[in-house]
């Protein structure tokens, strides 16, 4: 009599498919995908994927990543120093950091948010009119990995109407909400005539109320000798959630290095200054 088929292997024609379940968990521990003829380890395809996403993920949110277009993140030399801000205008606080800057003959860059600087045009002339760089940081502070290439545009857009709507000019330079860069954000930059994107080299944790001497600690790594380049700090003189955002420790930390950084002989730039870095200055093709 002729052997019965196994019951683990059925038959198409003259091939053979296996039936049995080699799942995940099956067999000795390996991961296996049933197939016509037999199994097939997946992990030669799950590891590429991996670390793809992996490195996507680096490429959006990591500071020092240009793997979706350059970005400038620090200046040319150690003896220079750009202090930035995000989330304002902040009538709370930016008059506040702008009399600082006077004192100790400071120049800072401002990223605003547009809606901010809609509800506050006579504060952001201030700011440009008092010697400070105005920046881009989109219209409603959104997070740019989830927007699609029509969304990003109008969120740059409507910032940039904003801006200019107050001062004439709309700003050269971009800073995306929390440091996060979709594939689609260099090409939306580039149509919209701007020059970059700014991250930074040097971040304090500020965003959240707090005591001064915490930040005034954090700040201590910025500027310091011996470095190839200067850095580019980002603070926070806004909440992007509202208006009037409680930012005194940013104000006092400020007044306790200001006059340290310029008795140490570093000068404050702002972002459109010859002194950054060579990437920033370099032509976009």
Not at 74 to 99: C, E, I, Q
Not at 124 to 142: F, K, M, P, Q, Y
Not at 216 to 228: E, S
Request: charged content about 20%; proline content about 9%.
């Amino acid at each position: 009599m002729a052997a019965l088929p196994s019951p683990e292997i059925g038959f198409i024609g003259e091939r053979p498919t296996a039936r049995e379940n080699t799942g995940w968990n099956a067999g000795q521990g390996r991961a296996k995908i049933n197939c016509i003829g037999g199994v097939l380890n997946p992990w030669p395809f799950i590891l590429p994927a991996t670390a793809a996403a992996g490195i996507a993920t680096w490429g959006a949110v990591g500071p020092s990543a240009e793997l979706f277009g350059p970005t400038v993140r620090h200046t040319a030399s150690a003896k220079t120093l750009a202090l930035t801000f995000d989330d304002g205008p902040n009538p709370a606080v930016t008059p506040r950091l702008l009399d600082l800057f006077d004192r100790y003959s400071a120049r800072a860059t401002f990223f605003l948010i547009g809606k901010f600087a809609r509800a506050c045009p006579d504060l952001v002339r201030e700011i440009s009119a008092r010697g400070h760089l105005l920046g881009n940081h989109t219209d409603t502070h959104a997070n740019l990995i989830f927007q699609s290439r029509a969304g990003i545009r109008e969120e740059l857009a409507r910032c940039q109407e904003a801006v200019a709507a107050a001062r004439s000019d709309p700003p050269r330079w971009m800073r995306p909400p929390y440091g996060y860069r979709s594939p689609l954000l260099d090409g939306e930059i580039r149509r919209a005539d701007m020059q970059g994107i700014v991250m930074w080299s040097r971040i304090c944790w500020d965003w959240k109320p707090q005591p001064p001497e915490r930040l005034i600690a954090r700040l201590a790594r910025a500027a310091r000798p011996g470095r190839p380049h200067g850095d580019i700090v980002v603070l926070h003189d806004g909440d992007h959630r509202a208006l009037g955002g409680d930012r005194h420790h940013v104000v006092a930390a400020l007044g306790h290095w200001l006059p340290r950084w310029r008795d140490a002989g570093l000068e404050f730039v702002t972002i459109d200054s010859p002194a950054v870095s060579d990437s920033a200055r370099a032509p976009r093709i």
